[in-house]
Each structure stands twice: as C-alpha cells, then as structure tokens.
C-alpha cells in the first residue's frame, strides 16, 4: 500500500495495528545517494566503519520506507503480509526544511526502477527527529500566547503610500457595497503586503478578517473577509491554533510509525541493513554522534531485536549454497531445492505477492527479504527436526543470527558484523602491515618488496600509503626486521598503525586518532539538534573520555579528495565488492593479489603510473577512476555489482 | 522548445542557428536550492557577496537552463523568439556523476510549478567543464590503445569452478546447435561475470563474441554472440571505439550550447542574473574560485557583454514606476501606460507567446525577461525621440546598465552592482561600525548606546557581533570617542574591522581576511578541475597574492552554523529583502530601526531574548527561526517574497 501524504493520517491505525498483529517486521529504504567521499577500507574495525557512513552517507536523503508486517493467520495456517511504502519529503513549514545531497547515479537507478520523484516531493510525509519536534512544539505555544498581542506598526515609505490608501479605499467599498464577503488583494511583494495588514487591521479593526492566501504556485495574496458576528474573530483564531497544530501534527509524521515500530520490540529484519539502521535513526529518532559505543547502545535500546539476512546467508548451511547474497539472487536461490519459499498471503491492496516483482520498491524489497528470511529459518528448523512456521526471535534457531548486522567491506577480512549485542569480532591483524611508499611505486613493487615472505594482499589508501597483507601469516614476525633497513619504505603493524595498544582494544579515543577525528561538530542533512533522551528512556551515555559531538557542517575532515563513481546494488546499499568475491584461497593469492584490492585512487587501464608525473596527478587519476570502469584491477575484490568491466 | 537527451543531438544545429541571426540572448536558469549557511550580509562588499554565494549557493546543481534567442524579423518588422528549455542532469558514464545539494523548499517550489524530476533525471541532458572534458578524452584515448592486448587472467576460486564449467557447455552446445546467433547468460553478479568473460574468451577465442548487456532497469547479463564472418571481431571493436566517442559527446552534452553562446560574444540578458552566471560558469566551463578579480575578468571574457534587467529597472527612469521587480510584476508593470510590452512573434513549437504563460520554466522566464528589456530600451529610446526597435550593445542608451549584474542584498546599502567591465562601487562607509556588545543584550540596548548620535540601523552578525549605521552620518566622527570609554562594547570602524587600508582597496589579501578565509581547496558539486585555458583563449591571471584554490570539498570554513530557512522568489533567486524594500527615509528610521534588519539569528515573536541564558541558545533560537517566519523583525528590510508573517 503506497502511503503519502494525502492518506498518511488516515492510514496510520492501520500501520498501528499491522505492527500490533505481526510476527515479525521487515524494513528497507531507499536514499538519494550512498556514499559521498572515501569509502570503507577491506582493514576497517567496524567502529571506523561506523564512522565512515556516518561522514559519508549520512547527508543523503532517506525517501521511500519500506514496511513488511508478516503476521500469522491461525486459520489459513500461513503468513501474511501487510506492506506498505512509505514517500518521505522534509517539508519546511512549519517543520524545518532540509538540504541534502543526492548522487545523480542514485537518482538515475530509482527512476530507471519506476521510482516517481515528482509524486516524492509532491506527496511526501514529513518527518522530524525528537529534538527538533520538542522544540517546534515548545516554540509554537510561545508564539501562541501572543496573538491578540498588539504588534508595532512599521511606518510606510512613501513610494508605497498611493497603492495603500487605493487599497483601503477598495476595501472600504467593499464593505459598504456588502455584495460578497471576500475581496482579494494582489500584486504585492510581501513587505507591501506587511504594509496593508497593519493599515487595514489598523483602520478597520474588527469589521474584517485579513489573512495570506497561498495559491497552488505557491504565490501569495491577501484575502480580506468581512466579520459578519463577533464569534468571527475569536472563531479565527481558534481555528487558526487548531491548524497549527494539525500542521504540526502532520510535520511529526513518519516519524510517528518508527517509533511506533521501535516502541513494539519486535523482531525487525533487512537485508544488509546498516544504512538503514543509521539513517533511520538520524532521520526520525536523533543525530547520531562519532560516539561508536553510544551508536550501538542507542541502536540497541531502539530496535532490541534485529536480524541481518545477509549475514544470516553468508553462514553455514547457507554460504555454501548461495552464490550470490544480492537480494533478488538470494530470493532465486532460495526458492530452489534444497530451500522453498514460504507462501504468504495478503490482502487486496494491503501486501505483495511474488507475481507483482517490483524490485527497489523499498515495500517489495522488504517483503522478499521476509521470504528470504522465512526460508532460510524453515530451512534451520527442518534441519533441527523442529516444527518450521513461526520464528521466535528468542529461539536458539536464531540466536546464532540476531542483532548483528552485516559489514559487507570487511567481511572478507574476518571482520563480517557489528554486534549490537555484545562485542565485535576483532580478528587477528599480526599478518597487516601499513605501508609507506614513494609516490611512483606500483603493485607490482609492493608485491616484489615483500615477495620474502610470500604473496601479499595490497589495499590502497592513496599515493604512498596502502595496507598489505600477508597471506603466509606465520611469516608476519620476519617482516619489520627484513624490511627496517629500507630507506625507500616505511612498515608498521597494523596496531601501532591504528594507535590501539593492543590489537582487541576499543579505547574510542584510540578509534578516533585512527579516523584522523577531530571533535568538530558536523550535521547530517543540516538539523541540529540537541541530546534530549527519546521516548524509551534512554540517555547517552556520557564519558568523559568521549565528548558528544554534534552534527553541524556537510563536510567532515574524513573525507579525502577522493571521489568514486558508485553505483547502487541490489541489496540496496552501495557496491557489491567484498561480498560478492569470495575470500581469495592462499595458493590462488599469487596471481591474485595484484589484482586482489582496489587501488583507492585507481589506475586507468593500462595506463601506467609510471606516466603519472607530478603531485597534481593524484585528483587526475581519481577523475579517470570515475570514467573507467574497465580497470581489470578493480575485478576481483572491489567488485561493483552493476560495473561495465568490458 | 523542450530540448532533452533524446533530441539534443537533432536540436543542436537549430540552436546554433537561432543564436546566429540573434540580437541578443536572455537566459535562465532552475536550480536545485539557492543558498546553504549564511547569507550575504547588507553591508558585504561584492567581492565578500560573491564568496558568500560561492561557498553557498555552488553546491547546487542547475537543472533547467532556458535560451531565448530574440531575432528580427525584417519583413515583419518585429521580433521573433526561439526558446528552448534544456532539461540537464549529470550522467555517470562517461562522464564524472555529480554529488550534489538540494534544498527541500526549492523542489517543493519547482514541483509546485510543474517542473518534472522525473524527465529531469530520465532525460536530462548531461555536461561537463572543459578540464573535465580533457580528461575525459585523453582517458578514452589511452584506454582505446588497449583494446587489442591480452588481460592478466585472474583465477576462479572454487565455489564458481561448477558454474563456469556449466556455462562454457552451454556455450559450446550454442555453437554448436547452430539455432540461434546469440544466448545470454544472466544471475551472476559482477565477478561471476568477469569470470565467465574470461574463460569463454581463452576457450572460444574467436568463434565467439562476448558482451554485456544493460536492461532497463540498469541489471546486466552477459550476451554471446556468434562469430560469423572474421571481419565481425574487428568491425565488433571499430563499433566500440565508435560507440564509445558518441557517449563521449553525448556527455559534454549541453556545455557545447554554452560555448555557442559565450562564442557568439552576443549581448546576454538576464534578471537578477548573478547565481544564473555562476553557475553557468561553474557547471559548463571552469569551476571558479575564491579569487574575485579572475571570477569578474572570466566571466567578462566568456560573456563580454551582459544586462541585468533588475539592475536596469532600479534605475531612473524606471524606478520610480516599478512597485515590485520581482519578474512577473516587473512585467505587469511594463506591459502598462507609460510602458508597453513589444509583439513578439514566434513559429509554432519554437517559441513562446504572453498567452501561455508558464512561470518558473526556465524558458519561458528567459522570454519574459526579453520582453521587459525591450520595454525598457523602447521607452528610453522614445525618450530620446530616436527609433526603438533593436538594441544595441554598444548604444549610449544601454552604456549605463552594460555589464552591471543587481547585487539585490546590498542594493539598499549603496551597492547595488557588480561592474564586469570597470572598479565596482565603493560608498562611504565612514558611518558604518562594527559592534560586539554582551550576549544578552537586545536590539533595544543597541539603540540606546547609539541614541546620542541619532538613530541607527543594525544588523546582527552573531550573538555578539552586529554592524550599526548611523542615520545622521555627520555624527560617525564622534561616534568612535563617544564610545570608547565604554567597557561593555567594542566599536570598530569599517574599514578597520574589514582589514581594509582604505575604505577604497581592492586588496584581494585584505579581503579574504575580511572573509576569514583560508586556502583550503573547496569543491563545488564534487568534480575536480585543473585550471586549463577555456576555448577563448582566457588564462586566469596569477599574481603572487593570491594563490589559486581548488575546489574540493563541499563545506566551507565561511559557512556558520546558522540555517535559515529560504525560499525561492519568482525572480528565481533567493529570497527578496532589501531589494523589495525601500531604504528608509531618515525620519522613519526611530521606529523601523528596530525593525529595519534581519538579527541573523532571530527571535521568535514576542520571545524576549533576556529569556535566553545559556550559549546553546543560539542554536536553539536558530532552531525557532526556523519555524517561526511570523518574526515581525523580518518584515522591513529582509523581506522574503513567499515568506508568511501573519
């Protein structure tokens, strides 16, 4: 069911009352873009990586919602689904209006996907966060108590003085004719219009009612109603504070339904969610804050129960099987022996079917990921011989699954989830090293410096920095004494690199020296906002260590000069790399590695560095990077799900 | 004329040849928002206005651009017009995609007048800047070298050894059927695909052609084709290289069209044209940088001879009789004893005509903005008793409005132009100060200092900073001692404040300082430039002074935390103030004094500032402002056009 503006108020108990029936929730969204600036590195800690999305992605727009409730008809013997796809727009009045970024690719992709950007802008609910609705709300009281206050004239320029007596001549006419019991006055810009409310109120005073007519161009005019019983007046202003307070009610919103889904504790699933996650909280609940720890916790305390089905599909029994986890692969795979997808029922225009595709719908896409979902957890309790229908978010089928989220980039490196419950995997790093290397080397010089100790693995970060792996891990200890002696080139380990004393630390001050942070606040979508605890009783922790930072410019000192031409996958989120290679074996390693990671700044095809002469060269090369998509060496593990490589 | 990616190429000689047998262009343009952060203050001088709009109003994109070519028709003995509407949205491929800003209030505004996002991101037509186009060229140019040469293969990691195998018997039995010419291969992500690439490559060498397909909806599959003939590979490579120079120029799309126009050194017309300048430059030649001096010289060397219709109706002998410049009033005025509009004529589909009236596409606006200026030079050449028909660029009746663009937020103050062709004005500022006065105190306590030297004016910067203009500007010499003693304020001059040796240097060091600016590279909309001379033969003229900055990231030390809501005029700018209000008279100023300027933070109505005690209130009244446009110290002299106030 499409939700927009028009029928959000009506359709809100039904929202209600899908969430109240359901078994469990599904969501998906859709943005204006994913990733503005430097994208997630394979070495990334997933606090780091929190960081990143959160300077990069944050400034998009989210602008289509996607809810699946699947709740379980007891007669039928089935599952059903309620759906709805939610238009969402920041409006300005009264709420405040947003700037925000968009990636024409992602504009592209949705429109090429039916996405109809005229109906979003049109149509869109609104939606504020807490902080800004407490505000709004505290605001428009105060302005409230002062409408039958007097307010100081403004004296009127002389230029203006013709046009203002002509007008309240005409109005004068007006009432004394006493044919119609409106007049309008236009053609004025809005101080000239300032001019002749205070004039008329002033030399009419109570016969009339003036007030500004906004026409479906938006432009203004003034109308002027005749005040036929005293009860006018007061009935006007009456009226006037009962309709801001349904815009105000209006501008809430959307925001309205996520609270409402966060105040249920349901199980809420997604498909590679993060992003959603995240913006689902800096749009409706709270700016979220460099303050990893807090992110989770706050996460945690919204949404106590989550499932990510792209991490449950790169887990045993499924890894095997699935070739490809993008979301309409996943849903082929798992509609194909030994799985079987479900059959779930709806209503007439309440829910989807699967006859109806209509892939980055964010309400379609939200419901597969709940076949997806329902498949692979029949497919767990058959295995374990239990009784198959319904997913109980506190069995130990799921456990296994619930509350981490999936971390795409790094996956491949031993570093797959955030763990919203608990600590997150830190893998061993003894066998990485940071690389410091003279401006003209290439991959093949890395691959040869450290060819005594067995095929490498290089990520670029830019020029003269790259992270190397080892893939002989037991060569790890040889590798600073073998290499110290090199005037050419500078090698630390992985943990002095990232300034953690140990490599299983999660000092966030140490995070944040390691991402380069500064305390500079920094706003997502320009709101600010303030720390105000939401409705579920949770405050942010404060530490001392750590100083809530808030949300304030676009850019964020993260962000290298690098840019990147994304494209949207179908899961959603931004390119299919990681994820979609699977992890290279060591004896493959060899040929591998030199075409393993993606350099960041990205060689042209064919075109050597070597060619590339001076500093400038640095941004050439990233503007050649955006057009060529055809470098071989972006193939194996920075694979972009929709790249032309041909 | 609506022009879009699927007739642009067809388009493109009739516009050539409208711009040919032209007398002058009027162009337009939509944007995406108008202004991020702060705005231009009353008392900024057009170098500061300039930067102002750089850092804020740049991050935009420009999304309709309309040309109206107005040509004399000899037989009839009157004007004709060609318009055409360009819908333009930056591609990915090949060309660099566009992070971009959007401001929620101007799509609401653009939708609200029918504009269509939906053809704009289909169908827009994609562009470039030159530094861009160059790149790109030399890019494919390299990389179409390599078309012949073998690829490193890259190993297949197990878990697709299955699938491969799968698919290269199918293949074979293609071949081998001899049935069809071509099969296709689908459900594989990206890396699958380079996979099946490679090896049907290395198994079938030249019996098979292989290549990706894109469908509609932006997925990919792989096509194999049958070899028939041997000319087939080598024609198959021909056809790429031919497709691939095709995109190229379809990428640099529209800025062929802004080339023609900079390149026909036509007169250009346009109202209130500053932003409509910026961006053009910004978007389709060069981006430009904080140096003011090489902006006024670029642009005058791309558009050499330009007219703002704002700035001519402000002068005598129109001032007095336009009530309101906003676009369409300044129409209605013109079309009225003692003006009159032209007849201009068009051919069907090419141009437009008074009866359809379409405000706020671009094209149409470019048309009306052409009628007003032939108004106005009609009945300034009536007044002189000489033939009104066809201006001229170089005439004396045109001389005092040639190459001077409106600065609309400064107008009020004396500064009312940006001179393209000759020093900009400098007025006194000897009666202006610069003031830091306590947190707490009020515009009230303002005037209070100042009432010894007669009423004032004041503006506020910050908190505790604001700039005050004596009305009685013979009382500036006592003002600096009569003030010093006091140990609540500072008062600075003006020209001390803004760095400045004399109130008339154009030292370009003092005003970045002026500006707090510092050399850090800033992008607009994220593409990246070198500074490489446009086609005229214009190289931006390096002094040791300045240092020439590259954009590069979106924010900008210059913008403050200060968000305020902005909405579009029909001038298509931003929002009216100063420019809609006239100055106050002297004697008026005792009571619009308080009133007179916009406190850049505001207060909401009837909320006193004495109420706010901590220092996060500023952020929390920025936050009010926001919603509460009712504020009546707004209504003089930032006046906003669409703004509510009661």
């Known amino acids: 069911m499409e939700v927009v503006k028009k029928n959000f108020k009506e359709t809100l108990p039904q929202v209600s009352a899908s969430i109240e029936k359901a078994d469990f929730l599904v969501i998906d969204a859709e943005f204006t873009g994913i990733i503005n600036g430097r994208d997630v590195l394979v070495f990334d800690t997933p606090a780091e990586y929190y960081l990143r999305l959160l300077n990069g992605s944050t400034q998009f727009l989210l602008i289509q919602f996607g809810l699946c409730a699947f709740y379980y008809d007891e007669e039928k013997k089935m599952y059903m689904n309620d759906t709805y796809n939610f238009y969402l727009f920041p409006r300005g009045q009264p709420g405040p209006e947003k700037i925000f970024m968009c990636q024409s690719s992602s504009l592209d992709f949705l429109v090429a996907q039916g996405f109809d950007f005229n109906k979003l802008i049109r149509d869109g609910i609104s939606y504020m966060t807490e902080p800004i609705e ?232 939200a419901y597969i990921t709940g076949l997806c979902f329902l498949a692979m957890h029949s497919h767990l309790t058959r295995m374990r011989g239990e009784d198959t229908s319904r997913p109980d978010p506190n069995s130990a089928v799921l456990k296994p699954f619930l509350n981490k989220i999936f971390l795409a980039k790094t996956a491949h490196q031993d570093s797959p989830y955030m763990n919203f419950d608990g600590d997150d995997p830190s893998p061993s790093r003894d066998h990485v090293f940071h690389l410091t290397f003279p401006k003209e080397w290439m991959r093949n010089d890395i691959n040869l410096l450290f060819s005594p100790y067995g095929p490498v693995m290089t990520q670029f970060v830019d020029d003269t920095h790259a992270w190397v792996a080892l893939t002989r891990r037991d060569q790890a200890r040889h590798v600073l004494r073998g290499l110290a002696a090199s005037a050419r080139v500078t090698v630390r380990p992985y943990h002095v690199q990232k300034g953690l004393k140990t490599s299983r630390s999660d000092d966030l001050e140490q995070l944040k020296r390691a991402c380069n942070m500064t305390n500079v606040p920094r706003s997502r979508s320009q709101t600010v906002a303030t720390n105000l605890p939401s409705p579920r009783v949770w405050s942010p922790p404060r530490t001392e260590k750590v100083s809530r930072v808030r949300a304030n410019s676009i850019s964020s000192p993260l962000q290298s000069p690098t840019k990147v031409t994304r494209k949207r996958t179908s899961s959603g989120v931004f390119q299919v790399d990681d994820s979609e290679s699977p992890p290279p074996k060591k004896s493959e390693l060899d040929q591998a590695s030199e075409e393993a990671l993606k350099k960041e700044k990205f060689v042209a095809n064919g075109r050597r560095k070597a060619s590339v002469t001076s500093g400038d060269e640095t941004k050439e090369q990233k503007i050649i990077e955006r057009f060529d998509s055809d470098s071989k060496i972006n193939c194996v593990s920075a694979f972009k799900e929709s790249d032309s490589w041909d």
Chains 1, 2 share one sequence.
């Open 134 to 365: 407490t505000k709004l709300r505290d605001n428009i009281k105060e302005r409230q108590k002062t409408y039958s206050k007097e307010k100081d004239p403004v004296n009127i320029p002389d230029e203006h003085k013709d046009f203002i007596e002509e007008t309240c001549k005409n109005v004068r006419s007006f009432l004394d004719d006493n044919k119609s019991d409106e007049m309008e006055i236009d053609r004025c810009n809005s101080f000239v219009r300032l001019l002749i409310y205070q004039e008329l109120k002033l030399r009419f005073k109570d016969e009339i009612i003036v007030e500004t007519k906004i026409l479906e161009n938006k432009s203004r005019l003034l109308k002027v109603l005749r005040v036929k019983l005293d009860s006018d007046t007061k009935s006007h202003t009456t009226k006037r504070i009962e309709r801001e307070w349904d815009e105000f009610e209006e501008a809430v919103g959307f925001s309205k339904v996520a609270r409402m889904i966060s105040q249920s504790e349901k199980l809420v699933v997604g498909h590679n969610m993060l992003l959603d996650v995240i913006h689902t909280l800096n749009h409706f609940f709270q700016p979220l804050t460099d303050d990893y720890k807090a992110f989770k916790e706050f996460t945690h305390c919204m949404f106590p129960r989550i499932l990510d089905t792209k991490y449950m599909s790169s887990l045993p029994p499924f890894k095997e099987k699935v070739n490809s986890s993008v979301l309409p692969h996943l849903l082929q795979t798992l509609s194909e022996p030994p799985f079987a997808l479900p059959n779930v029922g709806s209503y007439e225009g309440r829910g989807y079917s699967l006859t109806e595709a209509k892939l980055h719908e964010a309400g379609y896409d």
